[in-house]
Structure formats: C-alpha cells, structure tokens
C-alpha cells in the first residue's frame, strides 16, 4: 500500500513524486519511457542545447558587429548532438539521484489502471491511496495524404526524432509555426538547412503578441527563412510537401502542428474520471471528478508547459498534505527560445479586447536599455505593457530580444501581485541591464 502512485515521470510527475516524498508519503512513480518525461529527454532541454550551440556559430561568423573576426567557424551538427545527449544524461541522472534521496520507489514499465486504488505494472499489482496522473501529452498527427507513410521512412519527424537526426538536411520544410516548429526552424537554419515553415494560420507564434510576431518573422525571414502563412498543407510526399497552389522540396519534414493528452492505453477508462475536450477534466487543485485521483501536467489539457506542470504538481501534493494552496493561471510565462527570444505574460492586446477589459498600453523599443545597445546588433525588439484602465494593475508584459527569457519572471510577479503602475515605478532595477525596458515602458504610461 502506497500513499501516492504516480503514472508518469515528466515534469508533473516526477515532482509530485519527490514532493510527496520529502513530506513523508510512501511513493511509487511509474515511467513507460525515460525519467524526465518528454521536456527532459525530447523537448525543453535538448533543444535548448541545441539552440545554444546555434546561438555560439552565430556569434563565430558575425562577430565582425563587434569587432571580433572569426575566420573558418563550422557547426559540427555530429558534436552538437553528442553534446545534448551528454545534457540529457546528466539532468537524467539528477532525477534519479532525486528520486532515490526522497524514497521513492521508481518502476520502469507500462501501468495499467484496475481501479481508483490499483495500478498494474510489470503484470504485479500495486495498491495506493491516490492516485496522480502525469502521462503527458503527444504529438497530434494529422490525416494528410502521406504522412503515415512518412513517419515509417523516416521521411516525416516529431519532435522526438528531429532531435536526434544525424545529418543536417539541405531542404527542411517545417509544418506548423508554433513554438517547437520556429525553435527548430531557427537551428537548422543556423546549421545549414534552407527552411520553409508553412502555418495554417495568418501569423506565426500562435497566442504570441502579433507585433512580437511579426518582428520574430521579420527576424527570421533576413535569416533566410521563408513562411507561408494561411496555407494549407495537401500532402506530403515524393520528396516535398504540397499545399494549395504549389509545393516546395524537401529532405526532411518537421511535423509540429501541436500537442493532444495522453489519456489512453493505460486504464484510464477504469476509473470514471471525466474528460474535457480529450484532456482530463480537474478542479483549482487538479483534482478530477473522483475524490482521490489528481491529475497534473499536459494530460489535463490547461496549459502545456513544463514549468505549469511543476506548479500544477505542488498544488496536487499540497492538496493530498491538507495545506491551503490553489492553481492559479493568471500569470503563465511562455517564452520561444530563438534568436532573438520572445517572452509574454498575461493579456495581449487581442485577449484583452476580447474579455471587454479597457487597457492602457506602453510600448518602448528595446535601445532604450543601455546595455541592450551595448551588446546587440539587431535594433527591432521592443517591450510592451498592458495596463488594466480600471485599477491601474499590470495584467500583460511582452517582450522579444536578448535574455528576455530570464526577465519574464519579474514581470509574472507584476501580475500575480496585482501591482499598480505606481508600485512597479517605485521598484528600483539594477543599471545597466536590459529589464530595465520593463521600468522605461510602465513610466510611459
């Protein structure tokens, strides 16, 4: 009898496990794949690996900017592979160490739900007082002409394989212009590749500020990316991708047109936990319909990010320990790690217009910041500020140029504090760094 039994070792799941036990509880986490979940071992970490080695060439071939010449710099892809391989073990392995300090038990193999108190695993059955559900999310793939065929050659990649690809491909055609689609399109783009991202939409970045978007764009295109925005995708096959009115050759093809819950293939239907647009359905402490089953991270659909999962799993946890804690989305960083990096937090323009919120907004261009002129050569990033009319609280930040990625946060303290535009100007930011855009942009308002 364990107190807590946890399918699924990502993000969610592995915290929840090593909370729970550092409290005290008995654990079993159960893993079909690889501690660390997708994010660890094919998402977050690998690519961010190679997207610094990426971010290194640049620098190499274009330090002239800066008056630093460097003369024959090469991108060994073989090496940069080998070199996140080598992160994902380490992180891996810290994992594990974390597992085994806190006394959970860790079995890898495939569960299979009996009920709300019994999992199978490995053809034993495990008995546990609740139940938190971690399995992740997957790939969607979608039913066009050849693409089942391609994914067996090899010809189509997920995320997952597009990561360990062995040679750098001359032709790459991305399919989807989110997230991971546009990360992968700024390495290979770096490494080599001509890039074409074709997006259904009639922007890239998704939910992404549309001016944010359209300076990441611009950015990309100088690059030599090329987009095809409101393009529909026919068929993918004979050595390129087809779409409505033309087609464009390729040697490879990234499929990444999103994500769906994983909520099949391990019993799930055994327990009556209810769903919701195919993800599980959960109250304000990822809690499902059935008393004693949570369930945290992409499987319940709200946002699939990591790092919501890690919150999502202390909530949980907390939860089962009876403290008073409660998820809250209302200050959810996103960030694309490309180069330039874009990073936003709240309303944008378009999300405030539709709730009926009146807004004030600033928006400065990032050369005010001193140390951004210092030490960056592309002029066009800028950082917006959303302001609430009413009460004068920050409810939205948006940024796109260097390290905007580490300077989020202060901004989800903004929103999830509720502070007026007078408090923020009272906060003193340390000079010179470029978060202080932030401090520029709500004294403009």
Excluded: W
Aim: charged share 20%; glycine share 10%; with cysteine.
């Amino acid at each position: 009898m364990f107190d807590v039994i946890v399918i699924g070792g990502g993000p969610g799941g592995y915290l929840a496990a090593e909370r729970a036990g550092h409290a005290g509880l008995s654990v079993l986490l159960i893993e079909k794949r690889a501690l660390g979940g997708v994010c660890l071992n094919e998402g977050c970490i690998p690519s961010k690996a190679l997207l610094h080695s990426a971010k290194i060439y640049d620098y190499a071939r274009h330090g002239e900017a800066y008056g630093v010449s460097t003369k024959g710099a090469t991108l060994d892809h073989t090496a940069v592979i080998a070199r996140k391989n080598k992160v994902v073990q380490t992180l891996v392995a810290g994992v594990k160490a974390l597992m085994k300090a806190n006394k959970v038990k860790v079995i890898e193999g495939t569960a299979a739900i009996m009920d709300a108190q019994h999992v199978k695993v490995n053809d034993v059955v495990h008995e546990g007082k609740r139940l938190i559900i971690a399995t992740g999310s997957e790939p969607m793939i979608p039913p066009i002409d050849g693409v089942a065929e391609g994914i067996k050659n090899g010809f189509v990649l997920t995320n997952r394989e597009i990561l360990d690809l062995p040679a750098v491909p001359k032709n790459l055609v991305v399919v989807g212009g989110g997230v991971i689609g546009l990360e992968m399109a700024s390495y290979f783009n770096s490494a080599g590749s001509k890039v074409t991202v074709i997006e259904m939409l009639p922007k890239i970045a998704g939910a992404t500020d549309a001016d944010i978007s359209t300076i990441l764009m611009d950015n990309y295109a100088k690059k030599g990316i090329e987009f095809k925005l409101n393009t529909r995708v026919t068929a993918i096959k004979d050595g390129s991708v087809q779409f409505d009115g033309g087609k464009v050759p390729a040697d490879k093809v990234l499929l990444s047109i999103g994500r769906k819950a994983v909520t099949t293939g391990f019993g799930l239907e055994n327990t009556g936990v209810l769903l919701e647009r195919g993800a599980i359905l959960t109250d304000r402490h990822c809690l499902t319909n059935i008393p004693n089953i949570y369930a945290v991270g992409d499987v319940n659909g709200k946002y699939m990010l990591a790092h919501v999962a890690y919150r999502e799993a202390e909530v949980a946890v907390n939860h089962i320990l009876g403290k008073r804690d409660i998820m809250r989305y209302d200050a959810v960083p996103s960030v694309i790690y490309t180069s330039p990096e874009v990073a936003g937090v709240g309303e944008t323009e378009a999300t405030a217009a539709e709730k009926g919120i009146e807004y004030e907004v600033a928006q400065v261009p990032m050369m005010y910041s001193g140390r951004y002129v210092a030490e960056n050569s592309v002029t066009d990033g800028i950082c917006k500020v959303l302001v609430n009319k009413m009460d004068r609280t920050v409810i939205g930040v948006h940024m796109i140029g260097s390290y905007v990625s580490e300077m989020i946060v202060s901004a989800c303290t903004m929103i999830e504090m509720q502070m007026r535009v007078e408090d923020v100007q009272e906060i003193i930011f340390p000079h010179p760094t470029v978060c202080e855009i932030m401090r520029e942009a709500v004294f403009k308002l």
